[in-house]
């Protein structure tokens, strides 16, 4: 039996406004399998965002425990919570989140750079080449569209072999058309390196494409389904 | 239940040896260098401002080391406003010194090619005079020809006014002398004195002849000395010292003249150091709030880099390695252009010199330029960027999240670097550490002031908010205090701008007004003095015949004071715990009787007349601020040696003299009936408005009367604003680096609101406002913004001139209304201007555009 790669307990995320506070994440526990694909789906509000900003270490709960690879994130530095991120994590964003002022070879170069690697300019562009934009390397983001900014994205994503990928509502800025190839990419270069997948979407269509869905309501998780179950 | 077995086990590294941090530095900087234009400018403005006047006063320092010898022409100069006494004379004859005689008096020239004349000062040398420097002159052999042939020599400014060349005749008393030459440089002259006072030099022999020395007039006696050493110097200091002092002399060393110029010039350039202290923290403030614009543009690549595992420290590095390196570079510029600047100043600077600067480059200054721009980089912008340190990277999931408040220990170590840096910089500029202290407390006190203010605006604002006012006049006035405003940051900014802009304002008015005297009606504009009993009558008809009016005919006495408050003078000088200086014991007084006040005057304190019998029934009335110096108060006893006789009075009242107003005025003015049987001389005043006529009496008058002087306090005057023009624009010049500063200061943080505004103002649109309504409030939340801090920095500029004007200038105080509303005036539309222009992105960019990328 594989591994947990993630696991969360009775995780609770309350923000202090003013006098009141606010729970926006009410004792939920999960747990993900080394490989498997999840998708967390629910309404505006319901707190899916904050669960999985919590599951990736962006944020530490108001209680509860996530463990990330093994890691205990809660008691962790964000320094030390970021490195682990380096390490084991992939992202993909809505709003793809390259960085404006570096070319799409540099912006997918970056995670590699930053654990040190050197000579990581060839993988990266066999990793844009998969992408379909080797013709495109030394654009900045402003120069391409956004189905292209999020293959990018999805580039810089997987060239750390990362463990875990956590993508927010990735075809949820996408046309059509674009979104489909998004998601082609996005689960065939899940496949292709055994990675855990953690998917927050709107999207039914694109949540039915991963193993598992979590549905998310007022801060609570309200059930589970195995998909083709 | 979870086992957590694997501890983490990271790697840091240190800035040096992170690639990664230096490379993308390098990538995030190379499209991106106008967005810290700001930074740089501020940086450049203010860094500039201080090294071109740190290089001056070096420059100037070391030309006055060096030509120290050269300013006093001599080793040792005694001087003093009569004939030396025969004792004394024995004494210099006794001396194995080389020495020299100077005897100089004011006198009137009459020019006899134009017929043209004016007030000089006559110069007679006799000697070998200078032992430093030399008397250069055009022709090379103009100075021997005086010395030997009894020619005159005129000063290059006087000879070139009046259009006279060698070979003209000119008429001094009652001699006439043939032009030689002109002299272009002569050692302890020139500069701003010969402005004033041009002069015509002759041979000592040729004096008598002139028939000028007489009883009455004022000539001014000098022996110069040479000495082989300076140890020699001291010696000879040593054993003339009790006489010349004795008998009421001054004497001058080379350090002494040296130490004076030195100390003369300390007082400008502080006032130098002010205006480059204001600009650098100006600067300062630039470059905080340049980087603090900056650091919030990256917060987003920030957060980004944040998720793909970079440290706080890893990310603070990328933009830290670009601000200093841009401090670097930006520092050097900034020096460069102070460098250039400097030599600029001579332009207009070099007539107000006492020594010919060379203006040097001086290189301490440069590399003192670099480093504080560096450091001040470096400090100023550690606040903003520190930020950076603390971006969640949970703002790529939510854009407006908003971590808590950290505490950190670099951070606070920065804010007391912070308020430590202007403290030690004024104390450096200023090389004084109290004068450091109160450049530094002013300067507190003034940001202290402007953030009250802002506070107390934001507080009444909302207290008395106009709930019935207009959608736009509403909208624009709750700007001021809503979340994320830049109210007391432009408050405090454009105040600190509009204080430095009307104080500079002020100062110059007070000094001004000093002068700014003749142009009022039916005041005196024109002195004649030294007028003989005998000759009174006849130049009063002389008036009369040119149809000019007799404002004041005034006699005069000479006299010095023997006995202060019933001690000795002799008394008084050897008494250590007295502290009346000595130049007031031994001067001349030029005194006169007269039972009223003059126009300029008011009786402040006693009584103007006292009747009185019996030994003391003479009272006499004194100005205010001689009676500080002389320490005496109404019924203190003083004597006067008038001519040899002594005269016993009281002081019966202190009057308070405007100075400039309707002169001559007099420090002791007597009662009738005492003095009339003294011997005296006359003075008398006219107002003369017409040129033809003043030419002509001038000419009459010299040649009836050749011992009558006459000032034309309008020649005067006209010089005197020649010479503040000058002196207006090299501190206009060096203001202007304040201001342009300030300006850059207020883009900045007009700029850094902007973000707050383009959110607002996108969704005003997009329910329907229209470009005119957004433009109209932003014009005026910002003409809010300037009334009220231009108003603050006005009433700010006022105290801060009394200050400046009373103590550090020790002038009365005076200010133009007019001009300081039309500074104000200029601050706020300005100020709305630069909102305006600033916000130009923010009216005109369609709101989809900004929706779509806040979303």
Known sequence: MSQHVLQAEALTKTYRSGSGSLTVLDNVSFSVRQGNTISIVGPSGSGKTTLLGLCAGLDVPTSGVISLMGFKLNAMSEDDRAYIRNQYVGFV??????????????????????????????????????????NRVDHYPSQLSGGEQQRVAMARAFITDPKILFADEPTGNLDDENASHVTELLFSLNKQQGTTLVLVTHNLELARKTERILRMKGGKLMEEELVGA | MIEYIIKLKRKTRNILQDDWVWKMAWRDARHNFSRLFLFVASLITGIAAVVSLDSLNNSLQQDIDRNAKELLGADMVINGNRKFEPELEVLFDSLKHPQANEADMASMVLFKQSGQSRLIRLVALEGDFPFYGAIETLPANAYSLMREQGYALLDETLASQYEVSSGDTIKVGNSFFEVAGVVTKIPGGGGILSTFRPSVYIAM??????????????????????????????????????????????????????????????????????????????????????????????RDEVAVLRCVGSSGWQAFNIYFIQIFLLGIVGSVVGAALGLGIQQLIPVVFKDMLPVEVSFTVSWVSFAMGVVIGTVVSVLFSMLPLMAVRFVPPLTVLRADFEPARIFSKARLAVVVLIVLFPMFF????????????????????????????????????????????????????SNLYRPNNQTRMLMVAIGLGAFIITTLNVVEKSLLSQVEFSGQENQSNTILFDIQPSQKDGVVKLMEENNLPVNQVVPIITCRLSELKGKSVEEVQKDTTDRVPNWALTREYRVTYRDSLHLSEELIRGELQKKTSGPDSVWVTISEGLHEELDVKEGDSLVFDVQGIPVKVRISGIRKVEWPKDPPNFIFVFPTGVLEQAPQVYVTATRVDDQQIANKFQRELIMSYPNVSLIDLRLILSTVNDLFNKLGSVIRFLALFSIITGLVVLSGAVINSKFVRMKE?????????????????????????????????????IGGGYLLTTFFFKIQFAFDALELVTITLGVVLLTMFIGWWNSREVIATPPLQVLRKEG
């Open chain 1, 93 to 134: 964003f809505q709003n793809f989140q390259l960085l404006p002022t570096l070319t799409a070879l540099e912006n997918v170069m970056v995670p590699l750079e930053l654990r040190g690697e050197k000579h990581v300019r060839n993988k990266a562009k066999e990793l844009l080449e998969r992408v379909g934009l080797g």
């Open chain 2, 205 to 298: 022999s040729q004096l008598d002849s002139t028939g000028l020395v007489q009883f009455g007039s004022r000539v001014n006696y000098r022996k110069y000395l040479k000495t082989e050493s300076d140890a020699e110097t001291e010696a000879l200091e040593k054993a003339i010292r009790p006489e010349v002092r004795k008998l009421g002399h001054g004497y001058d060393t080379v350090q002494e003249r040296k130490e004076e110029l030195g100390e003369a010039f300390q007082s400008v350039y502080r006032f130098f150091s002010l205006l480059a202290f204001l600009a650098l923290i100006l600067g300062c403030i630039g470059v905080a709030s340049s980087v603090h614009i900056y650091a919030r543009e990256k």
């Open chain 2, 426 to 477: 004024a104390a450096l500029q200023t090389r004084s550490v109290w004068i450091g202290l109160a450049f530094f407390g002013g300067l507190a006190v003034a940001l202290g002031l402007l953030t009250l203010v802002a506070v107390l605006l934001l507080f009444l604002v909302r207290k008395y908010f106009p709930a019935n006012a207009s959608f736009i006049w509403r909208h624009a006035l």
């Open chain 2, 761 to 797: 103002n996108v969704l005003l649109r997009t329910i329907g406002a229209r470009t005119r309504q957004i433009t109209r409030i932003t014009l005026i939340e910002y003409a809010y913004l300037g009334i009220f801090s231009a108003l603050t920095g006005m009433i700010l500029s």
